[in-house]
Every structure is written in structure tokens, then in C-alpha cells.
């Protein structure tokens, strides 16, 4: 078990679809991170939110919207995405002056 | 721009034999260099890092891994292999901030 939970775990969606992926962290951090993991392909940094302001955005595509509420949750909302947007989502976690970076389990994420 | 090599793909290792896994990587300076573990339908788990001092450091499940300047390395290692360290393997490095680069990452198979 991590300090750094997801949900769902599993998600199958259509691309027509709306939902969301959501990130908690127990760890009291106050930097929070999406990752995509596609197969072959190495770790791409999606979303870096610091003090829960946006501090980096990867050129990722607007159907792709992130939130952050508070210093311990983060949220992806999904909407009419493609089919090469299935992959594993992982949100991670860590301290502003810390190099360490702590992931969750990742969200499985297929778009039909 | 900094980047990660892990020359390895796939290895595959006898249970109890010695597993090192390559990492190399290109950046100007000394940056922070981390090793993170992926077991199959799992999140990343830190195994180990290196900021500065001892080159030589230690981690969880039996692991160590080399910081070695000259040969801008950080090889991983551990003396006997488990069946449960079949996992993939990615090695990361962060210049000087939060945003870790990842290597493609290595697979590790053990045979019985």
C-alpha cells in the first residue's frame, strides 16, 4: 500500500465519453504530478501542480484537463478522447524541496 | 536537454544469481539520480537515489546502485536475485528540479 492512491484502478471508456481520475496522497506533500506510462514508450510528465497552482502543462492535448483542489487531491478529467490515449495514468506526489517523487498505482485507462 | 539510457531491454536471470542493470545518462552536471521498480499492473516504487556524498548506496529488497562520474553511470545491483524482483526497472534523473526524466526502462525475467 502507498501514500498515493487512485481510483479507479481500471476505466473503459468511449471516446464520447466524460470522466475522471482521481489522485489522493496521504504523504502531506505539497506537489502533485500526472504521468502517462504507454506501452514501449518511456514516462512522459504531463501535469506538475505546486501549491495547487499549475506550474507545468506537456503540450498535452486540451481533452485532457486537470484539477487540483487542495494540496492532497488531484483530478484528470477525461473527454472525447482517442483511442491511442489509453495507457497507464500515474499520479505521484512529493515536498516542493525534495527531488523525491512518490507514485500511485496508476489508473488503466482504454478508450473504445 | 538531459537524457536516460538503459541500454538493456530485457534481461533474463537465474534465482540467485547477481543482476546489474545499466543506466547512463547525459547532462552537464551531476543531477539526481534515482531507480524506481514497476511490478506487472503496478504503480513505481523508489528503490533507491543518489544526491550527492557516499557513491555507493543502498536500498530496499537488497538493492545498491553505483553513482560513477567519469562514466556519467548509475548502475544498478544486487548480489542474489528473488523470483519476486521480476518486475521492470527505470532508472530516472532529475537535473536540478522536479522533472525526472525516465530511461525506457529494463524488464527482468527470473528463471527457477
Known amino acids: 500500500e502507498t501514500g498515493v492512491t487512485q481510483t479507479p484502478r481500471h476505466l473503459v471508456m468511449g471516446m464520447t465519453n466524460k470522466k475522471s481520475l482521481k489522485c489522493e496522497q496521504h504523504l502531506g506533500h505539497n506537489a502533485m504530478y500526472w504521468y502517462k506510462q504507454s506501452a514501449k514508450k518511456p514516462l512522459e510528465l504531463m501535469f506538475v501542480y505546486s501549491l495547487e497552482e499549475r506550474v507545468e502543462n506537456n503540450s498535452v492535448p486540451s481533452r485532457f484537463s486537470p484539477e487540483c483542489p487542495n494540496s492532497s487531491h488531484l483530478f484528470l478529467h477525461l473527454h472525447t478522447l482517442q483511442p491511442e490515449d489509453s495507457a497507464l495514468y500515474l499520479c505521484?506526489?512529493?515536498?516542493?524541496?525534495?527531488?523525491?517523487?512518490?507514485f500511485g498505482e496508476g489508473s488503466w485507462l482504454t478508450v473504445v | 536537454a538531459q537524457s536516460v539510457t538503459q541500454p538493456d531491454i530485457h534481461i533474463t536471470v537465474s534465482e540467485g544469481a547477481s543482476l546489474e542493470l545499466r543506466c547512463n545518462y547525459s547532462?552537464?552536471?551531476?543531477?539526481?539520480l534515482f531507480w524506481y521498480v514497476q511490478s506487472p499492473g503496478q504503480g513505481l516504487q523508489l528503490l533507491l537515489k543518489y544526491f550527492s556524498g557516499d557513491t555507493l548506496v543502498q536500498g530496499i529488497k537488497g538493492f545498491e546502485a553505483e553513482f560513477k562520474r567519469s562514466q556519467s553511470s548509475f548502475n544498478l545491483r544486487k548480489p542474489s536475485v528473488h523470483w519476486s524482483d521480476a518486475a521492470e526497472y527505470f532508472c530516472?534523473?532529475?537535473?536540478?528540479?522536479?522533472?525526472?526524466?525516465f530511461g525506457a526502462g529494463t524488464t527482468v525475467t527470473v528463471r527457477a
Open positions: 505521484a506526489s512529493s515536498h516542493l524541496d525534495s527531488k523525491t517523487i512518490y
Open positions: 530516472a534523473v532529475a537535473p536540478d528540479d522536479y522533472k525526472l526524466s
Open positions: 547532462y552537464g552536471a551531476t543531477p539526481y
